[in-house]
């Protein structure tokens, strides 16, 4: 990584930011009422069920097999650092005790604090901890509708939604991150985003913020993609199936190789990933995430200097897997098994030592100009899920290939960079 001379302010959100960018990788958490309807978090408002018939969830919500610690080991099993709990999502009902309302895990169901317990289990398990907030919700009177239409009832809103952000950062001891979420519809005016942020940070000068108020923030949230956000911290979320919230219908699980290549991509390419879990309605987990989270745990303990890395890598595309670097290191992700010989042409760098990763083993070779010959490779893949050939370069690892045998080296032309699904958003 190149050494940058950084201006005071921003080598405070640096240092503010630094433990989110070591910790790659995260566990999303969406829990709520619309757990027990089994059709998605949103429900109540794709089939539109009316304020009076939904909130009758709350008392049937017992909440009697959630377990904040059983979380907190499943994140751990997955090989993440932090956890983002969802404490309100727009079904407006609060997983959290407030004072503003009786809509409350606390006052109404489990007469249980499960924001609590959670920030609690994350603590001892020595997670960081991000408190998902919904701004819009779908329950609360005035809301943002009653909001657009009348000065006093916007003005009651907002009260509500900045007393509850307050609640949350004055209840629990220290939080990470404040991750916003639900904007719409109004912009970082209408929520008074600034004001917002500005008492939040009073409140916690260690703070964190995404950027779902409608301002930057600390860092960008590709919802469901990796599409790096160049310049700054990115942190892509994703459903392990289709749904954030339980769903028994929703059996497109994604393999731990599809999990395991977003957790690749963010880590060439200078972001987090954010894999979600959908408990029951009853709290339980389902099976299959402890399955494909303990697939993936299991490669990233074995191979941890290979996905927690600093530096972006600057090697050019390779078909038996993909590259991460760190230092003078670069990382062979191999996904495809070549076989007992691997050849790698194109280094700018001479090899001193190649060995598998996870054990150590030496691996022989020998390199002539830019052509790099591993020999004496097992026949089948050690790790079928990702085995880690390591490469100790006698500087920082760089790769080029042109895209032909005799095209000189000239810069590629630029596909135009991906738009933010955020469109109009700051990334
Ligand atoms: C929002 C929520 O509506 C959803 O239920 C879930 O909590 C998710 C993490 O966040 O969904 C989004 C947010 C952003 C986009 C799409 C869906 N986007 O930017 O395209």
């Known amino acids: 990584m190149t050494d940058v001379t950084l201006s005071p302010a921003l080598s405070e959100a640096e240092a503010r930011l ?25 429900a109540m408002n794709r089939e539109r069920i009316p304020v009076a018939e939904y909130e009758r969830l709350a008392d049937t919500f017992t909440a009697e097999r959630f377990d904040a610690d059983a979380l907190a080991g499943l994140a751990l099993e997955l090989g993440a650092r932090y956890m983002i709990f969802t404490t309100k999502h727009h079904d407006g ?16 169901g489990p007469k249980r604090d499960i924001v609590g317990e959670v920030v609690a289990a994350c603590r001892k398990a020595g997670l960081g901890i991000a408190l998902y907030y919904t701004l819009n919700d779908w329950h609360h009177r005035p809301d943002a509708t009653d909001a657009l239409e009348d000065p006093a009832a916007h003005e009651e809103f907002l009260a509500y939604v900045h007393g509850q952000i307050r609640e949350l950062l004055t209840q629990y001891g220290r939080i990470d991150t404040l991750w916003y979420d639900g904007w719409w519809p109004f912009d970082a005016a209408g929520w008074r985003a600034e004001e917002m942020n500005a008492m939040a940070r009073a409140l916690q000068p ?29 942190e892509a979320n994703f459903t392990l199936n289709d749904n954030w919230g339980y769903c028994p ?27 979600n879990v959908g408990p029951r309605g009853d709290g339980s987990i389902p099976e299959i995430y402890h399955d494909t989270f303990g697939e993936i ?15 972006l890598a600057d090697m050019d595309w390779i078909n038996h897997g993909t590259w991460t670097v760190c230092g003078h290191t ?24 190649a060995s598998f990763l996870a054990g150590g083993v030496p691996i022989a070779f020998t390199q002539v100009e830019d052509k790099l010959t591993l020999t004496g490779l ?17 500087r920082p690892p760089k790769r080029y290939l042109t ?4 095209i000189p080296r000239v810069p590629h032309c630029q596909y135009d960079p991906v738009e933010s699904n955020m469109v109009g958003m700051p990334t």
Not at 214 to 234: K, M, N, Y
Not at 250 to 263: A, E, F, Y
Not at 335 to 344: F, Q
């Open 18 to 42: 630094a433990w989110l960018r070591a910790a790659r990788v995260g566990m999303f958490v969406h829990w709520g009422l619309y757990a027990q309807l089994g059709r998605g978090e949103w």
């Open 93 to 108: 009902y609060c997983l959290f005790d407030s004072a503003l309302t009786d809509y409350t895990a606390v006052k109404r």
């Open 206 to 234: 260690h703070l964190l913020f995404n950027n779902r108020n409608c301002l930057a923030g600390d860092f960008a949230t590709p919802e469901q993609h990796a599409t790096p956000v160049p310049g700054r911290l990115w």
């Open 249 to 275: 219908s929703d059996t497109n699980w994604k393999s731990p190789r599809q999990v395991l290549d977003l957790v690749l991509a963010a880590a060439r390419g200078g972001g987090n990933v954010v894999m």
């Open 297 to 311: 745990g299991r490669v990233l303990r074995a191979n941890e200097p290979a996905f927690f890395t600093p530096d």
């Open 330 to 353: 670069a990382y062979l992700h191999v996904t495809r098994w070549p076989g007992e010989t691997a050849v790698i042409t194109g280094l700018e760098c001479r090899v001193q030592r």
């Open 378 to 394: 097992p026949a089948a893949a050690p790790d079928p899920l990702d085995t880690v050939i390591a490469l100790e370069m006698d």
């Open 403 to 406: 895209g032909g045998m005799r």
